[in-house]
Each structure stands twice: as structure tokens, then as C-alpha cells.
């Protein structure tokens, strides 16, 4: 997901705005990654490391393998396939995670579960792009700096360095006003990458021939082996394809699809070109090509444009990362952790400072380990094309369980797709030593916290559930004894479980001797799918004596505001006063014991995860006055 959102509704879900305002947005948000791509993938191709010849016949040819690459993967794969597969008009990997669950069913629990689990190291992958994607891009636009006068050679480093701190800092202030420019900024871009591009183009028509996609072929056959290494630098082109689906949610696919067609795409292809003829002619050039496209008078004006696209690009990811982890959050696979709403009218705008202080770290062990943009491509690509081949593995499910279309068809798409992806993870894969490890060890220490938690969940629900009194039985007990104190208010105790006893009822009964005079047992339930409804956010069903069960249903894109979801149930009969309730809470300490759960070391750092996970309170936005919690031990 990425910063930009549209206006929330009183439903809550977002609100469409006209055509020409969605795709501007499109073109500042969702295109940023792909688009700062011509500032270091030309160079790449022709390192000594590839073994490709710097001459006309490769320059055509590998010109000709990158556009027809943004055709397949981005045009093909996700412009036309991939955004038709919206989980309720939301994208990204873990919606498209839990539509291709859905689509096969509980009744297939391994293959259900299967599916899941590999969702979820698809989302880890996004982390590790996260990481590299604002490395790579900020350097790669200040080391411009480099072409105006070599002399500025040494500062680029703690330049670039400079740009990401900030960055990273004024993300708690929210990106609403510097939103409104990313659109005309990145358009600008766009526009300059064109105009350059054709520039250069008249002067070496020739290149023109890159458009015949038998120079691709040519060029890939004639690599032999060392194609895998070519395919690793020609990959760089298309990081950043995975947002087009991701930011779905926040523009729809029209919009999305127009500024692909209508601009990205033409500019990219043309400014390729562009460095493909500038190469011809020049081939000196090639120490960097995209700043050396431009005159010497523009070049301090295109690392400033430059330099903009890259925070632009930069700020898509890790808004991103916030997006995703409060989805994952949701979807009980991570601890909660504080949400902070950075605008009142923009309902994706949010900021957690966990992540924002996580990123950081990793951006800037990135750039101080590699040093360059050209260290950090050796890092880029693997991550991003693992979560492709990941999709297009998830897709199949929703093609042929959810969608129905014919097995041939299902099948015959997915292998295509699947031979492109595998051929672009090869391709990375050979600079695994050179730095593509390093979004891999990121991404697999994060499934396993995040596997742990999932698994640490289900053991302590279990846990709960067998040692849980039954609630109906206790009640209708409860209902014929007199309680000797009655407190006129209202008490909501929050459960896991809705036909167990509260731990913090059998607290107040034993330790205050009070009943209240209306008592809700309230469930919290999250989808998986984007948004519910206000008219499906309440079920209510009466018990015995004074108690109440309520379910409140929440999307993992929703806000779980608890108070203001409690205040529908007095059109259903039940009326809960805002200043006469409290909230009781379990606050569970988990403590690891020997058995069949998890192995000792992950329980451990389940229960280490527990006792530092977010409060209940301020996740689901209760007043901080009228809260009690109740400590209980559970063993797992």
C-alpha cells in the first residue's frame, strides 16, 4: 500500500474521486519505484560482471529485452491479469492472500494453510523491498552529483544519508501536504524522461529497432549461460510492477491502467531507447548514462528532479510497510503495535513507529554496507521477484477455484507466467553472494516472528479454550444467585473466545463481589476482506440474566474503533452509554512449558512478543479512563 488514500466515507470505506484526480494520484504514487528505474539499469546491463559487450547489436538488443519485459510482466501479467483479482476493490499480497484461501476453501486445510504461509513470506519479501528500494533509489538520483564534478564523489554518501534520515523523521507528521505534489512531480518526471528520450532517438534512429521483440529473443539466445546474468541486471527495470496491484485499493484499476498506458509506459520505452541511441554514439557514456542523456546546464536541475523522484518513490514503500503491517496485524499475524491516524480525511494515512524506526535501521545498514547504488543492485531484485513468482502462484487459485475459468486456460496462463517469473528469479539469484542475501535474511527472520506469532496464537486460544469455563451454563448459574453488590453501569468484557467465561468477569465476581447491571461479552472479529460494512458491523444476541454477546466485524483495512462500533447497538436494542461503561480486560502472561507446541526457543520469544505487544486500549480506541485490566498466566 502506499501513502496516498482516498477520502473515507462515514462507512469507511473510501470514496471515489473523479478519473483525472485518481490516475495524477496514480502516476505520483503507484509509478515512483518503476519509475526512477532508468537512473541505474542501462549501466547495470553492461558491467564488466554480465559479460555483455558494450556495442550496437546488445544495446538494441537489451533495450529491446527491457521493454518487451515491462510488456509482458507489467502489461501482461498485472495491468490486465492480475487487477481484475481485487479482494472487495483492495490489492496487494496479503488480499490477494486471503482471496486465494477463500477460494479454495477450509475444506483443503493443508493446501488452506499452505497458501497462507506462503502469503505471509510474500508479505516479509515486501519488507525486504522496503529496505533496499529507498537505498537504492536516493543514491542512485544523488550520485548525479558525481557526472556535474567528480570532486563531489565523497559526499554522496552522507548526502544520501541525510535525505533518508529526514525522510524517515518527518514521517509522524504525515504525508497529506506532500502528497498533493507527488502526482505533478512524478508527472514532470515522466514527461523529462520522454522529451530526453526522443531527443536522443533522432539522432540514432536505428534504435528504433528495439521495438521488434526478435532482438529480444536475439539478444537473450545469444547470451548463452551468461543469459541468468543479464536477466539479473535487466530485472531492475521492473521493480516496483508489484505496487501497480498493491495500491489498487487506494485509485482502481482504471486509473491505475490508464497511466500505465497512457504515460509510463511510452515515456520508459523512450527514455531506454533514449540511452540505448546515447550509447550508440557515445559509448564513454556508459559510466551513466541517464545523467549523461541531459546537457550540462540541466544536469543540477534533473539530480534535483532526480532526488525527488527517488523520496517519492521512496515514500510509496514504506507507507507501504505501514499499510502492511497493520493489515498483518489484523490478520493475526504480527503483535499490535501503535497506529497512529495522520489525517482526518485520508483513512490510509497512517504512521507506527515501530516500523518507521525498523526501516530506518535497515535503509541505513543497507547503504553503509554496500556503499553505492551499483553494491545495492546486487541486492535488489531477488525480493521483489520472488513476491512476482509468489503471486502469480497465488493467482492460480483465484483463476481456477474462485473464477472457474477452465483448467487448460488456468494452467496454460500460470506455466507462461511462471517460466518468466523463474527465469527472472534465476537471474537474481546469481547475486545472492553480492548482496541478495541480505533482503532474504530480512525476509526470513520476519516469517519466523511472524509464523511464530500466528502459531503462538492458536496455542494460547487452545490453551484458553480448554481450561475456559462454558459461558452458557455460568450464566443461567449465575442468573438464579443473588449477587450481594450491583454496580449501575455497564461492564464489556473483550474475549477471543465467545463461549468461555471471561477471565476478568470471574476476576471482578471473585475479587470485587459486583455484578454490573448490563454486562456485554464482546468478540472482535476481523475479515478477510478489505472492508465491512456499518450495516454487517454489529451482531447482538441476548443471555441470560443481564448479559449481552455482541460481535463486532472489522476488514483488515478498517479502523477497529470499538466505542464508536458499540454506539449501533442501540438501534438493535441495546444502549451503551458512553460515560457509564467500562472496559475489562485479560491481559494473558504467557509462559512457555515443555510439550507439543512450538519448540522451546519460539515459544519464548512468543511469550517475549506478548508481553511487549501494544495495548489492547489504544488498538482498539478505547478511553483510557474507563479501562480496567486483569492480568491471568496461561500456559502454552
Known sequence: MSSASLASSPNGHPQRQTLPALTLGAIGVVYGDIGTSPLYTVKEIFLPATGVALNAANLIGAVSTIIWALMLVVTLKYVILILRADNRGEGGGLALTALAAKAVGSGRARLHKGLLLLGVFGATLFYGDSIITPAITVMGAVEGLEVITPSFKPYVLPISLGVLLALFLVQRFGTHAMGKVFGP??????????????????????????????????????????????????????????????????????????????????????????????????????????????????????????????VIASQAVISGAYSMTKQAIQLGFLPRMTVRYTSASEAGQIYMPAVNWALLGGVVAAVLLFGSSSALAGAYGIAVTLTMLITTVLTYFVVRDGWRLPAWLAISATLFFLALDVLLVAGCALKFVDGGWFPLAFALGLFIIMSTWSRGRELLMGSIRSEGLELQPFLENLSDSAMPNKAFRTAVYAVANPDTVPQALLHNLKHNQVLHETNVILTVVFHDRPWVDSSERVELKQLPGSFWRVTLHFGFMDQPDVPKALALCEAKGLRIPVFETSYFLSRETVVPTEGEGMANWRERMFATMSRNAGGVAEFFCLPDNAVVELGTRVQI
Open 185 to 310: 512531480v512524478i508527472t514532470l518526471w515522466f514527461l523529462v524522461l520522454a522529451v530526453i528520450g526522443v531527443h536522443h532517438i533522432q539522432q540514432q534512429p536505428q534504435v528504433l529497432a528495439a521495438l521488434n521483440p526478435l532482438h529480444a529473443w536475439e539478444f537473450l539466445m545469444a547470451r548463452g549461460w551468461h543469459v541468468f546474468a543479464a536477466v539479473g541486471a535487466i530485472v531492475l527495470a521492473l521493480t516496483g510492477a508489484e505496487a501497480l496491484y498493491a495500491d489498487m485499493g487506494h485509485f482502481g484499476a482504471k486509473p491505475i491502467r490508464l497511466a500505465w498506458t497512457a504515460l509510463v509506459m511510452p515515456a520508459l520505452a523512450l527514455n531506454y531507447m533514449g540511452q540505448g541511441a546515447l550509447l550508440i554514439g557515445d559509448p564513454t557514456a556508459i559510466e551513466n548514462p541517464f545523467y549523461r542523456l541531459f546537457p550540462e546546464q540541466w544536469m543540477l536541475p534533473m539530480v534535483v528532479l532526480a532526488a525527488m523522484a527517488a
